[in-house]
Every structure is written in C-alpha cells, then in structure tokens.
C-alpha cells in the first residue's frame, strides 16, 4: 500500500469508489458530515465534515495530510468537485483549478461560460428576486424551467407556463439556492441523456451514454435511466461533439465530465455539465454491468496524477443495465414485502431501499425522497429493462394515508 487517496463524500455513491480504491490496494481517506455514511467502513481514516464546508474540508485534509501524505483526492456522484478542486490546490495534487470547478457547478456561470465560448444554450436570465424573475419571464416566454443555481437532485426545479406557476415556484426554487441566484431559461422539449466522459491532457473520451426517463411534470423526476441509449448513432455522435465544445468551453483538461443532455429538434442541448462521475447507480453500476468498464477506476488514477489506463474505458462487451427506482404511493409505510424474492431474481444487481415502516413518503418534487432504487441486467436492452422492472414489481410498499 503505497498511494494514499482523499475520497471527498462516503456515502453511497463513493462507498464504490471507496471499494474500487481499496481493491486498487490504495489507502483511503474520507470526509463526510454523516457519520454513519456506507463508505466509512472501508476507510482507513475518516472525518465527520461536511463536504460543502470548503474551510472545513481543507483543514480536514491537512491534518489527514499529516497522518499519511495525500496523493490524490477526488469524489464520485455528486456535486462536491468546487470541494475538491480546492483541497487538490491547497494540497498541491493534480485536479482542476477551483475556478474551473465552480464552472461546473454553479447553474449561473456554466451557463455564461458556455455561451462565452459559443456553445448552445437555451435563453436564460440569472435573478435573485421575484419581481425581476416576473420581467425575465416576460422577455423569455412561457414555458420556462426555474431552477437554484447551486442545488443538485432536481430541487426546486419546475416547469413554468404562465405568471401563476412562477409565483408559486418562487419559494421552492429561492429556498434550495444557498447563494439566491435563480436562473429562468426556456424549457427544451426532447430525449434526455445522461452522457459521461473522462478528459485527460484536453483529449476528451467518451464512456457511456445512458437514456434517462424523466417524469411527472411539472416536477423533473428521473424514474430511471438505461444503457446502452435507444437513440440512433448520428445523434449520439453529435451529442458527443456537444460535450467536446462544452468541455473546451470551460476549459476542464482532466478528469471525469458528466453531462445531462436533451436531444432537441435543433440538435443536442447541454442542461448541465458537472465535473464529477455520475451517480444514479450509472457510473457504479449499469456501466460496468452493461460495458465491463470502470470509469471510477479511471478517475482514480487521474485523481493521483497516474497517466489513463484506457482499458479502463474501453468496452469489454455490450451488453445492457437499467436503473429504475421504486415509487409507491405517499403515505406513511405500513409494510415492506418481497424484497429478498427481487433480490434473489437472476440478473438483479442490487436493489437500495431507502425506507422503512413507519417512515412517511411525501409526493415527489425532486429526485429526493424515493422509495429505492432497482439494478438489473441482461444481454440486450429489452431484457435489462425487463429483469429490471419485474424486481420492481416484486416489491410491495404499502402505505397509508397520514
Ligand atoms: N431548460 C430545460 N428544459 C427542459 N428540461 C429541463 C431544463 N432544465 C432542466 N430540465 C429538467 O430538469 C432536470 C434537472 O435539472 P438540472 O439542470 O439537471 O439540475 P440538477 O442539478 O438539479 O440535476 C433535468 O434533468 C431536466 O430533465
Ligand atoms: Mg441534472
């Protein structure tokens, strides 16, 4: 064991890179403000901080720092790489410069950046009160999606058709932003894809593209995604060239770029941009499920300044996975049954329950609050999707009215 690694977040969607890490024969360090967060355990040292507080992660760091030099550090599925990019420089380890993260983060000034480098954007407007945001509808017109600037997860994201919808999804959208900025843009219609990349010396190569569904409007709730994308090889293509553009604009030269993409008529549409691996279970498990790569183990390496293994990103087969996350109705949980029959069904790659009796279910606004999430695979699309969608049925959440 000789490279040690700071692994920013513990929580499920870095407990796989924590385990990726550790299988790597690494050493590894972890920041969580949970500290009962799944990663830990694997851990070789941990610090309950909160990976937003950037003073806090950086002096957690150092004194981790102290216990055994840092080689790297990096995170995996969420939204923490302006954490990371500054523990990289206070460090002085490879990453990206924490301007360019904050590029990748904040709503606002992604969109500027890419409209400065001349890169598609939907019309947008950036406001911090209502009044304004009712003049920028105006201008912009209905439908319009509001959105924080600095939020993950869909909160306070909402479809807008008319003055009343704004008025009411004011409040939502203001409370989720910690630093008041909201963008209004115009609402694109079309397919949306999750794309995922990994960028090493400004060469950018492309890792999966994943079909995402996206539901219940006004909110935008991803009841799943799937791999490989149904759409047709011309159209991926450009979305590959759309990342290529986004990912020059803002200038990120290494590590892993995730995009959410809609493909319009006028062509592909980055919704955002973020410089981080995927979450959803995407790039810890329907991409090695469905490819037999591992991106994570890619970041990884970038992450300690080790040149990129491209077997890593190179597919071992094409096969297929799908993600699809369970959603009974809101209530409160009055009995949980067949989960271990979903689990023991063939091809089902994990299924995560994020509820127990007792908990309450409120209606979905966001991509928080699920019941779970079910993981299956097969050799082709139909069959993953399938497998996937019989273990969802195989589970009975009963709920009552509050
Ligand atoms: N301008 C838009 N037009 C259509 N749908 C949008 C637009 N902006 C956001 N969405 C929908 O809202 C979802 C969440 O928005 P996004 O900008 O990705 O924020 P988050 O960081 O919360 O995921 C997207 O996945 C997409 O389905
Ligand atoms: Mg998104």
Request: aromatic share 6%; hydrophobic share 40%; with cysteine.
């Amino acid at each position: 064991m000789n490279k040690t690694i700071l692994c920013v977040g513990a929580g499920i969607f870095q407990y796989y890179a924590i385990k990726k890490a550790k299988e790597s024969g690494l050493r590894v360090f972890a920041i969580d403000k949970d500290e009962h967060a799944p990663g830990i355990a694997l851990c070789d040292n941990f610090m309950p901080v909160s990976t937003k507080d950037i003073d806090a992660a950086i002096k957690a760091a150092k004194s981790l720092n102290k216990i055994h030099k840092i080689n790297g550090v990096m995170t995996c599925g969420t939204d923490v790489s302006y954490t990371v990019a500054h523990i990289a420089k206070a460090l002085n380890l490879p990453g990206i410069p924490p301007e360019t993260a904050l590029k990748a983060t904040n709503k606002g000034i992604m969109r500027e950046a890419l409209k400065k480098g001349r890169v598609t954007v939907p019309e947008f407007s950036i406001i911090n009160n209502l009044k304004d945001a009712i003049s920028a509808a105006k201008k912009l017109k209905y439908p319009l999606v509001i959105k924080p600037v600095d939020n993950m997860g869909a909160r306070g994201v909402r479809k807008l058709s008319c003055d009343k919808d704004l008025i009411v999804a004011w409040d939502e959208a203001f409370k989720y932003s910690t630093c008041k900025n909201i963008i209004i843009e115009k609402f694109v219609d079309g397919h949306e894809i999750s794309l995922e990349t990994i960028v090493e010396n400004g060469k950018v190569h492309l890792v999966t593209i994943a079909d995402r569904i996206i539901a219940s409007s006004p909110y935008f709730i991803e009841r799943g995604h799937t791999i490989p994308s149904i759409r047709p090889v011309n159209e991926l293509k450009a979305a590959f060239q759309m990342a290529i553009k986004g990912i020059k604009a803002l200038n990120i030269t290494r590590g892993p770029v995730k995009f959410d993409m809609k493909l319009s008529s006028h062509g592909p549409i980055i919704g955002e941009m973020t410089a981080r691996s995927s979450g959803g279970f995407h790039s810890q498990l329907t991409e090695p499920l469905a490819t037999g790569m591992s991106s994570i183990k890619a970041v990884i390496d970038l992450a300690l300044g080790f040149p990129l293994d491209i077997s890593d990103i190179t597919p071992k087969f094409l096969h297929a996975a799908a993600e699809r996350s369970i959603y009974p109705k809101p209530g409160v949980v009055t009995s949980i049954k067949g989960v271990e029959k979903a689990r023991a069904m063939k091809n089902i790659a994990g299924i995560f329950l994020n509820v127990r009796e007792g908990d309450t279910l409120f209606p979905l606004k966001s991509n928080i609050g699920k019941a779970g999430h079910v993981v299956g695979f097969g050799n082709t699309r139909k069959e993953a999707i399938k497998t996937t969608l019989n273990a969802v049925k195989a589970i009975h959440i009963k709920t009552a009215e509050k």
